[in-house]
């Protein structure tokens, strides 16, 4: 199982913009497809984007597209999601996961490995 944990979470003005890292540790995942999701209040944890292990195939929700881009390096076990053009609607637990294989899928459960979430708020 690989540890998975998430930092660059904060409070933000609408418009601005954040980095989350998230850094594995346990094993390596450069073999894995790793993901983002986000749980805001009240609603249901839902998929951002997520990205092959070579970061060939990217796949964004429609609500990131254009605004937020996710990256990995390998070599540091680490995944990023630069997020910009923030709006209060992106405030939200985001979460990182790591996906069984290198299928780059939107479905929370073929993901098996978990952080423990960062906090985001967008201020309006």
């Known amino acids: 199982q690989v540890q998975l944990v998430e930092s660059g979470g904060g409070l933000v003005q609408a418009g601005g913009s954040l980095r989350l890292s998230c850094v594995a540790s346990?094993?390596?995942?450069?073999?894995?497809?790793m993901g983002w999701f986000r749980q805001a209040p009240g609603k249901e944890r839902e998929f951002v984007a997520a990205l092959s292990w070579g970061g060939a195939t990217i796949y964004y929700s429609d609500s990131v597209k254009g605004r937020f881009t996710i990256s990995r390096v390998n070599a540091k076990n680490t995944v990023y999601l630069q997020m910009n053009s923030l709006k209060p609607e992106d405030t939200a637990v985001y979460y990182c996961?790591?996906?069984?294989?290198?299928?780059?899928?939107?479905?929370?459960?073929?993901?098996?490995?978990w952080g423990q979430g960062t906090q985001v708020t967008v201020s309006s």
């Open positions: 346990g094993r390596t995942i450069s073999r894995n497809a």
């Open positions: 996961a790591a996906h069984r294989s290198n299928m780059v899928t939107t479905t929370q459960s073929e993901y098996d490995s």
